[in-house]
T-cell receptor
């Protein structure tokens, strides 16, 4: 069985501050992990993904995430928040023989000027 | 190029009616997913199509839900005898399906409201 938990349904940061969005996963098989972002009035788009290669993954718009097996985590970070980063962020996991993707409940990021 | 499109963008229906939601994937994408996003919930996997293979229906919540994919392209999600708990945003995504690590490209969704 697989699942994802995103701690904090709402996160607020000041412009220029560090962004940290948390994602913990549960998986009985080696996982593939994803972060998707949904900007207002737009569809979800991929930010970055972990596919069992490098544990530190860099994505678009300056975001990165680190796969930590010992902590079953895949937290998303960005050193300096921009106003344009305000969006809903979803963590997802898949793996094994099934076709299902399991998404978290999302974290809404607000950037305060 | 054209992305994934879905229609209608909004659908309001009465309890007990049937509804059809349409998804046009990106041309050439062999994999297609349907998800449901309820208020305050994450995306819930519903069904997966890959080429001409039998679909993975393991996420469909009840037998009132069904989906087809004609000609390996357009897909229709049908909900029969709609209930108020079916109210949600229904998202479609497609991918080239080079494997599980493929990026999924999402449509804008159909917001379904069951009165």
């Amino acid at each position: 069985a697989q699942s994802v938990t995103q701690l904090g349904s709402h996160v607020s940061v000041s412009e220029g501050a560090l962004v940290l969005l948390r994602c913990n996963y549960s998986s009985s098989v080696p996982p593939y992990l994803f972060w998707y972002v949904q900007y207002p009035n737009q569809g979800l788009q991929l930010l970055l993904k972990y596919t069992s290669a490098a544990t530190l993954v860099k994505g678009i718009n300056g975001f990165e995430a680190e796969f930590k097996k010992s902590e079953t985590s895949f937290h998303l970070t960005k050193p300096s928040a921009h106003m344009s980063d305000a969006a809903e962020y979803f963590c997802a996991v898949t793996g094994g023989s099934g076709n299902q993707f399991y998404f978290g409940t999302g974290t809404s990021l607000t950037v305060i000027p | 190029g054209a992305g994934v499109s879905q229609s209608p963008s909004n659908k309001v229906t009465e309890k007990g009616k049937d509804v059809e939601l349409r998804c046009d994937p990106i041309s050439g994408h062999t994999a297609l997913y349907w998800y449901r996003q309820s208020l305050g919930q994450g995306l819930e996997f519903l069904i997966y199509f890959q080429g001409n293979s039998a679909p993975d229906k393991s996420g469909l919540p009840s037998d009132r839900f069904s989906a087809e994919r004609t000609g390996g392209s357009v897909s229709t999600l049908t909900i029969q005898r709609t209930q108020q708990e079916d109210s949600a945003v229904y998202l479609c995504a497609s991918s080239p399906d080079r494997g599980k690590t493929d990026t999924q490209y999402f449509g804008p969704g159909t917001r379904l409201t069951v009165l």
